[in-house]
């Protein structure tokens, strides 16, 4: 075992790597594997926005910034799609009225954003649809978006995956092994992830579950090795924490600076579960750079649970003066953290398939892109222990090791952020094309509450 394990929950999913070889009668030159996978991250990032995603084209980006200046999503953008993808942000902050009464109606089914039409806000109806002057009445006059009828409701595909879970060890006992299961809006289906895609697995649970079914293949999740450290004292959302129990060998990603509501006077960091599980549990100190931060808390990484959260204590000497902030990203050379503050948070619900957002990890830094499925279940495993949890929201982008923890968020209005949730684990090793799962803000509230009796929120002002 090695000294310092960063820890992300991981698994697998394909990709094909494409590389470009020298000209006929040259000596190929071997590729430069950090820039191959800068490349396929930013061909993953444009082709789900809609962008010029020739691989040459992306290659010539990475070198010309005066062409691509805007690094702020990760990837190199020109002006032009820079102003475009924050037109699409600006979708997420003005939908918030809209989203919450499509929620309301009985035949709701969902909603996501079509990046493929040019950011289009979609929203689905089982049954009959509120008239559209409802729902345009709700969003800006310059929002394009269509309503559409589907089969099954929103409330219906949770029911079946429910029924998933309830009989997914019976399942396994068959043959049938099931590493995940969630909420695909944009095909009305309940995505089922498979360790082994058989069409006799998927035929098979079709019959018992009913049509509204969609599958993919999917390894389970597991921990991730690697090293690196920060430094960016005091306690802030973004930072590294190094666990010291039982060898200083647990490091992770502070998520966001909470306040738990049964003492004014102390401040939390909320991180990823299973980081203060393996990390010594309850009372194990944790430090930065060096620094005392405090003592881990209660956490939600328990098998069956709805999230995977965790609370370190900030001792008193450590505190923030200012508590909303967090890092969100890095300048490129030379690498200095970039603090921004954190304003607001949206509740699961507003939390839609197309929906852009971004993680800060210690290991890699801001990464951003879109969900790509809700309410996922997943399988999670640490140091050989698994662990069910029932609600993750996942994104189209990778993480690694010592990520987890690490906020999750949207860019708002100005210059502000909004929290979304927490990392807790991606697919094995960095592929740019491989997939995360964060925890929400709101679920992993009300489960540590749940759990601990304790309830936390989310600093919104300096002074929280």
Not at 103 to 115: F, K, L, W
Not at 143 to 156: D, G, K
Not at 373 to 388: L, P, Q, Y
Request: hydrophobic share 35%; charged share 20%.
């Amino acid at each position: 075992m090695r000294r310092r394990r960063k820890f992300s929950l991981a698994g697998t999913l394909a990709w094909t790597i494409v590389l470009t070889m020298g000209s006929l009668g040259a000596a190929a030159s071997e590729p430069d594997p950090a820039e191959s996978a800068q490349v396929d991250q930013a061909v993953a990032f444009r082709l789900s926005y809609g962008f010029e995603a020739d691989r040459d084209f992306v290659a010539t980006s990475l070198h010309e910034s005066w062409t691509f200046p805007n690094t702020e999503w990760g990837v190199p953008l020109t002006s032009d799609e820079a102003s475009e993808l924050r037109r699409r942000e600006l979708i997420q902050v003005s939908m918030r009225p809209a989203i919450k009464f499509a929620v309301e109606q009985t035949g709701y089914a969902g909603a996501y954003i079509d990046h493929a039409k040019g950011g289009v806000l979609v929203f689905l109806f089982a049954g009959t649809a509120p008239h559209q002057d409802e729902i345009g009445g709700l969003l800006p006059t310059d929002v394009a978006f269509e309503v559409r009828i589907v089969e099954r409701t929103y409330a219906q595909l949770l029911t079946v995956k429910a029924d998933i879970v309830r009989e997914r060890i019976a399942l396994a006992a068959e043959g049938i092994v099931i590493n995940g299961v969630g909420i695909h809006p944009p095909t009305n289906t309940v995505l089922v992830s498979l360790e082994a895609l058989r069409d006799d697995a998927q035929d098979a649970m079709r019959t018992r579950f009913g049509p509204g079914l969609s599958f993919r293949s999917l390894a389970p999740r597991e921990f991730d090795v690697c090293s690196s450290s920060s430094n960016c004292w005091p306690p802030k959302g973004g930072i590294e924490i190094i666990g010291t129990q039982p060898a200083d060998d647990v490091e992770c990603t502070a998520g966001w600076i909470v306040k738990r509501t049964d003492n004014s006077t102390v401040r939390q960091i909320l991180t990823a579960g299973h980081c203060v599980s393996v990390g010594g549990g309850g009372g194990a100190p944790w430090n930065h750079n060096g620094n005392g931060i405090g003592d881990g808390q209660s956490n939600t990484w328990v098998d069956g649970n709805d999230s995977d959260v965790g609370l370190v204590g900030i001792v008193t000497g450590s505190l923030p003066s200012i508590k909303n902030q967090f890092i969100s990203g890095s300048t490129p050379s030379p690498s200095v953290p970039v603090v921004s503050v954190v304003t607001d948070y949206y509740y699961s619900w507003e939390q839609i398939v197309g929906s852009t957002v971004c993680r800060f990890g210690i290991t890699q830094k801001r990464d951003c892109g879109q969900i790509a499925v809700e309410d996922v279940m997943n399988e999670s495993e640490a140091r050989g222990t698994s662990k069910t949890i029932m609600r993750t929201w996942e994104v189209n982008f990778d993480s690694d090791g010592g990520d987890s923890g690490g906020p999750v968020y949207m860019n708002g209005a100005g210059s502000t952020k909004i929290a979304f949730g927490t990392h807790v684990h991606s697919e094995t090793g960095y592929v740019p094309a491989h997939h995360g799962w964060y925890s929400t803000y709101v679920v992993g509230q009300l489960e540590y509450a749940d759990v601990s009796g304790k309830y936390y929120n989310i600093c919104l002002s300096s002074s929280c």
